[in-house]
């Protein structure tokens, strides 16, 4: 095969940031993704529906001029949200999810949960609604190793948290481990995972051999080959449970390469290339429509995008290593492989 059309793909966990960033990292998610689920966690963080609105207002601003590319809202769950405000924002339409974040977990999570019972009214509010709820999924907890956090997080706080609020659609985001991939299929239907990008491709030897690469340290953190190949196994299975979440987190070059580098990978310039090399490896681009366009949408009880994107394959392609913004420039991730398909 050398010619693939599928549907237009949607990410379902992107980072845009906010003032310059946005200006300089928009364009490359709306340049081949539909929708995408945007992230909250600004500084300060989006907490109400009033925030969100005019968060969705500075990205429409930010897009091309007759970009076509839905920004899909989401509020920033703390012990202090409002369920009343969640509930009515989901209703009209400004928010599509809620975002929750144990305090400590990743970037800009300062402000998230440390105590889940305080949040118990929100959720059960957001069952009854229909409200999803997108998960970071890791426990901060000092004496719990990094490796471990995502399985640690899915005994002790995800599956009470499913089991106390029947009904609750949860997103498991950018899982990482067999264990994540095994619970998210024991699930039933109420119950999604969203694949990165980069955790398709790299584990943790990819930040660690051959001295420190800080572009590809990421919060969850890359574990070992074989979670790296249940990823894969998922991804490509065609499994409705699984859909892409790029978690695509653009950092300043001088903040991911200091002493305390930051944690992310900028991948939306080159996902859709990416993806097909790996699916073509895996001899399953017969699924990539299921994972990039169609299992997303269904899980949110959305249409696919009416419009295609066509993937050719042909000499390796060529991608900006750079993009410049206002805040200064962003590495795009390196997946250490030649890629032969384009978006065309």
Not at 226 to 246: I, K, N, V, Y
């Amino acid at each position: 095969m050398t010619q693939l059309t599928i549907r237009r793909p949607d990410d379902w966990h992107l980072h845009l940031r906010d003032g310059a960033m946005l200006a300089g990292i928009a364009p490359e998610s709306a340049r081949h993704f539909g929708r995408a689920i945007i992230m909250p966690n600004l500084v300060p963080p989006v907490v109400t529906s009033e925030q969100a609105a005019a968060y969705r207002a500075r990205i429409h601003d930010a897009l091309p001029l007759g970009a076509d590319f839905t920004p899909l809202m989401t509020l920033y769950l703390t012990e202090q949200t409002d369920a009343a405000d969640v509930v009515q924002a989901h209703k009209d339409g400004i928010i599509s999810a809620v975002k929750l974040y144990p305090a400590g977990a990743t970037t800009n999570s300062a402000s998230g949960v440390t105590d889940f019972d305080k949040v118990r009214g929100v959720l059960d509010a957001m069952a009854e609604a229909g409200v999803p709820l997108c998960v970071h999924g890791e426990v901060v907890d000092p004496d719990i190793d990094i490796f471990d956090r995502e399985a640690v997080f899915i005994d002790r706080v995800l599956d009470p948290i499913r089991k106390a609020t029947p009904g609750l659609r949860v997103i498991m985001e950018h899982i990482t481990t067999k264990q994540g991939v095994d619970y998210a299929r024991s699930g039933g239907e109420t119950l999604g995972a969203t694949i990165t990008t980069h955790h398709l491709v790299i584990n943790r030897n990819a930040i660690l051999v051959g001295g420190i690469k800080p572009h590809y340290y990421c919060l969850p953190v890359a574990k070992r080959e074989e979670h790296r190949l249940a990823l894969r196994e998922a991804a490509t299975s065609g499994d409705a449970t699984f859909f892409l979440g790029t978690d695509s987190a653009p950092h300043i070059d001088p903040l991911k390469e200091n002493g305390c580098g930051c944690a992310g990978c900028f991948t939306a310039t080159n996902t859709m290339s990416i993806l097909a090399e790996v699916f073509e490896q895996d001899e399953a681009l017969e699924n990539l429509e299921a994972f990039a366009s169609l299992n997303g949408p269904a899980f949110y009880g959305l249409e696919p995008n009416g419009t295609t994107i066509t993937l050719t394959k042909g000499d390796p392609v060529a991608y900006p290593t750079k993009i410049e913004t206002g805040d200064g420039p962003v590495t795009v991730f390196d997946p250490m492989m030649p890629l032969h398909w384009r978006v065309s």
